[in-house]
């Protein structure tokens, strides 16, 4: 089945489906409780424009406007591979990401956690992973020399 699937909404879990011509399919809707956005993200947040070179001039009026939801969205991401679709949520443990597997119909397959690289907490760049063979490869930076490399995590799902 040839399908695309895209995210629709930023307050529920709701990824639309579509047929290689873009006409909607049907939409997957699931119950997925709301995870608090936090003082943290908050505080991140306003050192990344206090401190960013693209905003910090800009700064002290940003502050002003800057409004956050009372939640993060259920889906920071998804990817299709081989009939499934791995949608990243922002539900975290440590630097672990939860990834929930779904078929194409929606229903679960299983979920686990992954590690992903972070860059800031209001981001313009991808989340750089793939999923390929019931393994993650995601691009994470290195420490001790500024390098990237690419970790593989197998997908062991619950």
């Keep these: 089945m040839n399908v695309s699937a895209g995210i629709t909404s930023s307050e529920k879990f709701i990824i639309d489906v579509f047929d290689a011509d873009g006409v909607k399919l049907y939409a997957?809707?699931?119950?997925y409780p709301s995870i608090p956005l936090g003082d943290e993200y908050r505080k991140l947040t306003h050192e990344f424009f206090r401190t960013s070179p693209r905003f910090k001039r800009e700064y002290e009026y940003i502050k002003n406007v800057l409004k956050f939801r009372?939640?993060?969205p259920?889906?920071?991401d998804l990817y299709l591979?081989?009939?499934?679709?791995?949608?990243?949520?922002?539900?975290?443990?440590?630097?672990?990401?939860?990834?929930?597997?779904?078929?194409?119909?929606?229903?679960?397959?299983g979920r686990t956690f992954i590690p992903l690289a972070e860059y800031e907490p209001f981001s313009f760049y991808p989340i750089?992973?793939?999923v390929c063979r019931d393994k993650?490869?995601?691009?994470?930076?290195?420490?001790?020399?500024?390098?990237?490399?690419?970790q593989t995590t197998p997908l062991q799902l619950k």
Excluded: A, C, Q
Excluded at 136 to 150: A, F, H, I, K, Q
């Design 128 to 130: 750089l992973y793939s």
């Design 74 to 76: 259920p889906i920071r």
């Design 81 to 109: 591979e081989e009939g499934r679709i791995h949608v990243i949520t922002y539900n975290r443990r440590g630097n672990e990401w939860e990834m929930i597997v779904l078929d194409l119909k929606g229903n679960e397959i």
């Design 28 to 31: 997957i809707e699931k119950d």
């Design 136 to 150: 993650v490869y995601s691009l994470v930076e290195t420490d001790d020399d500024e390098g990237w490399v690419v």
């Design 70 to 72: 009372d939640h993060l």
